[in-house]
């Protein structure tokens, strides 16, 4: 469950947490009255994909309908392409109208760009390659040449390599 904080910009008055829209409504008025506007946001307590996903979308109390619909309905994938895509990259996004789907994020659960390079000679994306030529391959020359359009983050503990298109 996504705790969140709701912090006044009035100092005079009470913050609070709260775990769903419905939630922030009804304590945004029950504890300082409708003349409170403006609350800061916070994210307190969840998984640590949705945490990087808050971070990442910028949440503040005009989004915060859209990012809990985003918790409770996007899949892993969709939520490490908005991470990368939006957080990382810097592609615009209205959480509102758009999906991550439409991003193009190329996504490898590998530790390191070596590991990428093996993984593309053993698939093939070189070329046939015969056995008796495989131990002389340069996988240092070719992760560094990856490392031109590839990038590494790591989210929620785990190790990703990444290219947008």
């Not at 922030?24 to 409708?34: C, I």
């Not at 506007?37 to 994210?43: G, P, R, T």
């Not at 991003?103 to 530790?111: A, G, I, M, P, S």
């Given at each position: 469950?996504?705790t969140?904080?709701?912090?006044?910009?009035?100092?005079?008055?009470?913050?609070?947490?709260?775990?769903?829209l419905?939630?922030?409504?009804?304590?945004?008025?029950?504890?300082?009255?409708?003349?409170?506007?403006?609350?800061?946001?916070?994210?307190?307590?969840?998984?640590?994909i949705?945490?990087?996903?808050?971070?990442?979308?910028?949440?503040?109390q005009?989004?915060?309908?859209?990012?809990?619909?985003?918790?409770?309905?996007?899949?892993?994938?969709?939520?490490?392409?908005?991470?990368?895509?939006?957080?990382?990259?810097?592609?615009?996004?209205?959480?509102?109208?758009?999906?991550?789907?439409?991003?193009?994020?190329?996504?490898?659960?590998?530790?390191?760009?070596?590991?990428?390079?093996?993984?593309?000679?053993?698939?093939?994306?070189?070329?046939?390659?015969?056995?008796?030529?495989?131990?002389?391959?340069?996988?240092?020359?070719?992760?560094?040449?990856?490392?031109?359009?590839?990038?590494?983050?790591?989210?929620?503990?785990?190790?990703?390599?990444?290219?947008?298109?």
């Amino acid at each position: 469950m996504t705790t969140l904080f709701a912090q006044p910009y009035d100092f005079t008055a009470n913050g609070f947490y709260f775990h769903s829209l419905d939630e922030y409504v009804t304590k945004s008025f029950n504890l300082n009255g409708p003349l409170i506007e403006e609350y800061e946001i916070q994210f307190i307590d969840g998984e640590g994909i949705d945490s990087q996903l808050f971070e990442a979308l910028n949440i503040t109390q005009c989004n915060i309908e859209a990012y809990f619909n985003a918790v409770e309905t996007w899949d892993e994938d969709q939520k490490l392409k908005a991470i990368i895509a939006i957080g990382e990259v810097g592609y615009k996004f209205d959480l509102a109208k758009d999906s991550p789907d439409d991003f193009e994020v190329d996504l490898y659960q590998l530790d390191t760009m070596r590991e990428l390079a093996e993984q593309f000679v053993d698939e093939g994306l070189y070329g046939t390659i015969p056995q008796s030529l495989q131990s002389y391959i340069d996988y240092d020359a070719i992760a560094r040449d990856l490392a031109m359009d590839y990038a590494q983050i790591t989210i929620d503990g785990t190790r990703y390599i990444y290219r947008c298109v």
